[in-house]
């Protein structure tokens, strides 16, 4: 198979990361989590412990080093040399990243190192942009998507098992906010791709998404 770049995108909670680690190790693409990215700035701005306003969150841009770490189908997410994994997995980076996204220079700035970590090709790159800002002419592009109590009710169960205290509405809400924010941006505002194909999720198991993806993929 010739090598190629898999653009995968779609709204919040949608199970991106999720099926696309599992999809890239079968495949044995190398995986990027441009969400992951995101997450990093949003939790380097709130080590300053302050109200996260848009200055806050380009203060930190100059200096910040973001790593990602792709081995044995996991990835791991450092700044600088601290390990951030975990951290930007939390409620509190949920309700801000979608605000740390929407910045011009923030997307600037990660844009760049996404195009670079791509060009060797092998890539599956996930994230609300890849297929028509990122990487326009992907040889695959899917849109993933799910009903919002679909999402709501995966991001409740993760945050349940990782011992936060949450509330399936409260998320609910959450999520069409960060609906509303990213699909509203002015800066490459998360939309499907023209040619890219739809992949709604619902009812459906993380198995019988990575399949698809992995067809998707073999005859590109």
């Known amino acids: 198979m010739k090598k190629i770049v898999v653009a995968i995108d779609g709204p919040a909670g949608a199970g991106k990361s ?44 100059p200096g910040i080093e973001i790593t990602l770490s792709y081995k044995d189908g996991k990835t791991k997410v450092f700044v600088g040399d601290k390990e951030v ?46 297929g028509t800002f990122v990487f326009p002419n992907a ?28 509330d399936l509405k409260e998320i609910e809400k959450d999520i069409e906010r960060r609906d509303k924010l990213d699909s509203e941006r002015e800066t490459a505002p998360l939309k499907q791709a023209k040619d890219a194909v739809l992949l709604d999720t619902t009812g459906l198991s993380i198995d019988e998404v990575v399949e698809k993806i992995v067809k998707l993929c073999e005859v590109a």
């Open 18 to 61: 999720t099926v696309s680690q599992i999809a890239a190790k079968k495949l044995g693409f190398t995986y990027i989590d441009t969400g992951a990215m995101y997450r990093a700035v949003a939790w380097k701005a709130l080590q300053k412990k302050v109200e996260i306003t848009d200055d806050v969150i380009l203060s930190v841009l």
């Open 85 to 130: 994994t975990e951290e930007i997995r939390t409620p509190e980076i949920n309700k801000i990243v979608s605000k740390v996204a929407a910045l011009p220079k923030v997307r600037e700035k990660l844009t760049e190192l996404q195009r670079k970590m791509g060009e060797s090709g092998n890539v599956l790159m996930d994230g609300r942009d890849i």
């Open 139 to 166: 040889e695959v592009k899917i849109f993933l998507t799910a009903s919002v109590e679909e999402r709501a009710r995966r991001r409740y169960e993760e945050l349940k098992l990782k011992g936060f205290d949450v």
